[in-house]
């Protein structure tokens, strides 16, 4: 059976183009992801928060209220909450209560299928629940099921504030490893002269979807929000023979909490190392222009929002009037109009990647000493060759490289 929630939608007045009903739509997607059945929305304004409650007196009572009358099972704040806020509203509420930050972190942690990306989403959980330890007191550790309740994978959660500091530090370090050994994949890489192009965007954008196009990677997919959780990287081959490693990562959302950014960094290091960077944006989105700028604000967070982009504009298989796409377009210096799932204009975009990376290409017209096969192989491997011709003395080769390939094929 479903569980029945009550969502409860803080209101500051806040004056920017992320409005209460794109906040109310995006929490029922959240629910949506784990199961949850929304059966009330309560809209609470707040022009300065309490300390008890966050929200006024009225409006608990008000919840409490319904609680009662929908037979709600939980209570989702969408704002975050502290401890003692938290304390208070289940004791009027008579039932769990958490706030936005849990539910995505309930999410992420039905998501996560990796040692990684478990290591992660039980750092952030840690690091979420560390300074709510006075607050919560003894129900810190929450034995029922339901959403919220997923905790990082220990029978029942220390509530020692040393313990849990420690257990912090032993996932950093883990973490910090698995960081180094992606360093480590990464330089090996750049020694063969492969470069990386990360697929980012808004979670339900359609980045799974266009890597499974792009290299029938057979990423699972599915119509929801962060259905990818753990980053994949697979090998792709450009028209001009040129290799590149394109990786997904996690998705983004509004206001990101920042304990997910800090505690997956090393998935998003993805993301600052990569030498291109593809924007995947549904356009059949009535938001998405709000969506973007989410996206837009996590990129430079992550100090990656002067990267060479470009941007995906997906699923226009969903749009019937495509004519002010054209036109939407040229206001970016790079973009292609796409349905990932169908593939329409994915070979455009493969060209314009081809493109962009061209950049990096350099026409050589080289003699190579004949003990230097290894060169050779490396042309044809990450070049493009255009004539080759073998002597006594040297092998003339006529080609298109990489930069760095170039500088070693001069004697």
Same mark, same amino acid.
């Given at each position: 059976?479903?569980?029945?929630?009550?969502?409860?939608?803080?209101?500051?007045?806040?004056?920017?183009?992320?409005?209460?009903?794109?906040?109310?739509?995006?929490?029922?997607?959240?629910?949506?992801?784990?199961?949850?059945?929304?059966?009330?929305?309560?809209?609470?304004?707040?022009?300065?928060?309490?300390?008890?409650?966050?929200?006024?007196?009225? +409006?608990?009572?008000?919840?409490?209220?319904?609680?009662?009358?929908?037979?709600?099972?939980?209570?989702?704040? !969408?704002?975050?909450?502290?401890?003692?806020?938290?304390?208070? %509203? @289940?004791?009027?509420?008579?039932?769990?209560?958490?706030?936005?930050?849990?539910?995505?972190?309930?999410?992420?942690?039905?998501?996560?299928?990796?040692?990684?990306?478990?290591?992660?989403?039980?750092?952030?959980?840690?690091?979420?629940?560390?300074?709510?330890?006075?607050?919560?007191?003894?129900?810190?550790?929450?034995?029922?099921?339901?959403?919220?309740?997923?905790?990082?994978? @220990?029978?029942?959660?220390?509530?020692?504030?040393?313990?849990? &500091?420690?257990?912090?530090?032993?996932?950093?370090?883990?973490?910090?490893?698995? &960081?180094?050994?992606?360093?480590?994949?990464?330089? +090996?890489?750049?020694?063969?002269?492969?470069?990386?192009?990360?697929?980012?965007?808004?979670?339900?954008?359609?980045?799974?979807? %266009?890597?499974?196009?792009?290299? *029938?990677?057979?990423?699972?997919?599915?119509?929801?929000?962060?259905?990818?959780?753990?980053?994949?990287?697979?090998?792709?081959?450009?028209?001009?023979?040129?290799?590149?490693?394109?990786?997904?990562?996690?998705?983004?959302?509004?206001?990101?909490?920042?304990?997910?950014?800090?505690?997956? +960094?090393?998935?998003?290091?993805?993301?600052?190392?990569?030498?291109?960077?593809?924007?995947?944006?549904?356009?059949?989105?009535?938001?998405?222009?709000?969506?973007?700028?989410?996206?837009? !604000?996590?990129?430079?967070?992550?100090?990656?929002?002067?990267?060479?982009?470009?941007?995906?504009?997906?699923?226009?298989?969903?749009? &019937?009037?495509?004519?002010?796409?054209?036109?939407?377009?040229?206001?970016?210096?790079?973009?292609?109009?796409?349905?990932?799932?169908?593939?329409?204009?994915?070979?455009?975009?493969?060209?314009?990647?081809?493109?962009?990376?061209?950049?990096?290409?350099?026409?050589?017209?080289?003699?190579?000493?004949?003990? $230097?096969?290894?060169?050779?192989?490396?042309?044809? !491997?990450?070049?493009?060759? *255009? &004539?080759?011709?073998?002597?006594?003395?040297?092998?003339?080769?006529?080609?298109?490289?990489?930069?760095?390939?170039?500088?070693?094929? $001069?004697?």
């Amino acid at each position: 059976m479903s569980e029945k929630v009550l969502l409860a939608v803080v209101d500051f007045k806040k004056r920017d183009a992320w409005s209460i009903e794109d906040s109310i739509q995006e929490l029922n997607e959240l629910v949506a992801a784990c199961s949850g059945e929304v059966v009330g929305c309560v809209v609470c304004p707040v022009t300065k928060p309490t300390a008890n409650f966050l929200i006024g007196k009225g +409006k608990v009572e008000e919840i409490a209220a319904l609680c009662v009358t929908l037979e709600a099972d939980t209570v989702i704040v !969408s704002h975050d909450l502290k401890g003692s806020q938290q304390r208070n %509203l @289940e004791e009027n509420f008579k039932v769990k209560t958490i706030d936005r930050t849990q539910l995505i972190l309930d999410i992420f942690a039905r998501r996560a299928k990796s040692q990684e990306g478990k290591m992660q989403v039980e750092l952030a959980q840690l690091a979420y629940l560390l300074p709510r330890l006075v607050g919560h007191g003894t129900e810190l550790s929450r034995l029922g099921g339901g959403i919220g309740t997923l905790g990082p994978g @220990e029978t029942k959660l220390e509530t020692d504030r040393r313990k849990i &500091s420690t257990r912090i530090d032993k996932l950093k370090q883990a973490l910090k490893d698995v &960081s180094n050994q992606r360093q480590t994949t990464r330089k +090996k890489r750049q020694d063969h002269l492969i470069l990386n192009i990360s697929l980012v965007g808004y979670t339900n954008a359609g980045k799974s979807t %266009l890597l499974n196009c792009l290299t *029938h990677a057979d990423q699972v997919m599915h119509d929801g929000v962060f259905t990818t959780l753990d980053s994949l990287s697979r090998q792709f081959l450009l028209p001009n023979h040129q290799k590149v490693i394109l990786c997904d990562t996690v998705g983004f959302i509004h206001e990101l909490p920042h304990h997910l950014i800090e505690s997956f +960094k090393t998935t998003l290091e993805e993301v600052k190392e990569a030498d291109l960077l593809l924007h995947v944006v549904d356009v059949s989105h009535p938001n998405f222009r709000n969506l973007k700028e989410a996206v837009d !604000s996590v990129l430079t967070q992550l100090d990656a929002d002067q990267k060479s982009t470009i941007m995906v504009f997906n699923k226009i298989d969903r749009i &019937s009037d495509r004519a002010w796409l054209d036109e939407f377009k040229k206001n970016f210096e790079h973009a292609v109009c796409v349905s990932a799932l169908n593939g329409e204009n994915i070979s455009e975009l493969v060209d314009k990647i081809a493109a962009l990376l061209a950049d990096g290409l350099v026409e050589i017209n080289v003699k190579i000493p004949l003990n $230097r096969m290894d060169l050779v192989n490396l042309i044809h !491997s990450k070049g493009q060759v *255009h &004539s080759i011709e073998y002597s006594p003395d040297f092998i003339h080769v006529q080609a298109t490289v990489p930069a760095p390939l170039a500088q070693k094929c $001069r004697f």
